[in-house]
């Protein structure tokens, strides 16, 4: 089931993990699907960061190489 017309997405972990996992978020108070999709936004935030720095130094050393032509 999901919500806000977000669409569903399937992954595979074994019986013995997703059970602990269950225990693990109850325990603190969040659900499986709301700790998968806040690692997930925090994943990607981080790489899109990375990637906004990268490009950032490309054009740096773009504007260098340029500028001593």
Not at 3 to 21: F, H, L, Q, S
């Amino acid at each position: 089931m999901t919500t806000k017309g977000t669409p569903g997405r399937m992954v595979r972990i074994d019986d013995e993990v997703w059970a602990a996992y269950g225990q693990l978020c109850e325990a603190e108070g969040t659900s499986r699907a709301d700790d998968i999709r806040r690692h997930v936004h925090s994943r990607v935030a981080a790489w899109r960061k990375q990637q906004a720095h990268q490009r950032a130094a490309q054009r740096r050393l773009d504007n260098l190489l340029d500028s001593e032509s």
